[in-house]
């Protein structure tokens, strides 16, 4: 990155940033558009072992971008204007300082698809369908503050072999007799039970592509999985500054191997729940697996998103919204009261039910 963040308007000399609705640079003054030539050539996979071995060394400068490092939840986020708050957290003790260079060099970007009104359109509908949030959550929870952020993440690509091995158990039925101490007799009922089988195995192979791990310690890695796929194996363009023009821009603080990590686990669970729809039968025991990755890469892109950080009777919240879908996924309080009445209404509903049928 370099002096493109200072881009001017061809017509009027203004700063122009990327309007993800025309998906071009726009001018907020004349109006004047700039085509952001579209290049999915230069993503590149790095070799996962190489990567780890070198810490990817590259340099990327942001010489015209101020950073704020959260004190509290440790995020750092290069903003084109200066703030008082942390995008991730809410937190305002941020100090600011300006930042040199970036240590790791991304490969790809994924552009903002929808506006920031999209977005607050995107947040009202969530909050409405909360049927047992506080009835004041729109109002305490400030959604002029709603920031769009290209959030770092790592991806990581495995082709796995696995093999696996279990117990199947098949439902049962059966009739047995009991004896009724309230009726004084003998009554039949019919009982479930498991007939295990004798042990099976197999083998699976897939190709993971694009497991995607955020690369913030900030924004843990459920609150992208709750929002929904990152169209990254088809949509991600080759990594241009010009989309982050007039965007905040978190830096990544989650080291590869750490993010490794992660992206580890979560091919190990996606393996381990696909071998186990392979077993056999209703229901299965003392399964294993082992399990062989190949042609590990990893490469660090950067995803549309947008947050809102607040506070709700003195407790953090997070709302995560897609940046070109809309989904909205993320915390919020719960109104006991509303729940309480909830309740109230069912057993008197029920209630209800009970002495009409009883007529």
């Keep these: 990155m370099s002096d493109i963040y200072t881009r001017r308007c061809k017509g009027c000399g203004a700063s122009v940033s990327f309007d993800p609705t025309a998906e071009k640079l726009k001018c907020p003054f004349c109006g004047a558009e700039e085509e952001i030539p579209l290049s999915y050539e230069g993503i590149t996979e790095i070799d996962l072992n190489t990567a780890l071995q070198t810490a990817i060394q590259q340099k990327t400068t942001l010489s015209t971008h101020q950073i704020l490092s959260c004190e509290s939840c440790g995020a750092q986020i290069a903003y084109k204007e200066a703030r008082a708050t942390c995008d991730f957290c809410g937190a305002e003790a941020v100090s600011q300082k300006s930042l040199q260079e970036q240590p790791i060099k991304p490969q790809g970007v994924l552009p903002f698809g929808i506006s920031p009104e999209e977005a607050r ?78 042990p099976v195995s197999g083998h699976h192979q897939d190709f993971y592509d694009d497991v995607l791990v955020s690369g913030l310690n900030s924004l843990p890695t459920r609150y992208l999985q709750g929002i929904g796929e990152f169209a990254t194996t088809t949509d991600l363009r080759a990594y241009e500054a010009a989309y982050f023009l007039g965007w905040d821009v978190a830096l990544p603080d989650k080291p590869l191997p750490d993010a490794w990590q992660e992206g580890h686990q979560q091919i190990v669970s996606l393996t381990e729940a696909a071998c186990k729809r392979a077993v056999p039968g209703d229901t299965h025991r003392d399964f294993r697996m082992q399990l062989q990755l190949s042609g590990l890469t990893t490469k660090l892109i950067y995803l549309p998103i947008y947050i809102l950080a607040y506070r709700y009777g003195g407790k953090p919240y997070r709302v995560v919204i897609h940046g070109r879908t809309g989904v909205v996924s993320g915390d919020r309080p719960i109104s006991w009261l509303k729940v309480l009445l909830a309740v109230l209404l069912a057993i008197a509903v029920v209630g209800i039910l009970v002495y009409f049928s009883g007529k």
Excluded: M
């Design 121 to 198: 359109k995107a947040f009202d509908l969530w909050v409405k369908s909360l049927w047992f949030a506080p009835s004041d959550l729109r109002r305490q929870s400030r959604i002029e503050e709603l920031r769009g952020v290209y959030l770092p993440s790592w991806t990581f690509d495995a082709h796995v072999w696995a093999h696996w091995t279990a117990t199947p158990g098949y439902y049962r039925t059966r009739t047995e007799s009991y004896y009724d101490q309230a009726s004084k007799s003998w009554r039949t009922r019919s009982v479930q039970y498991i007939e295990w089988a004798s």
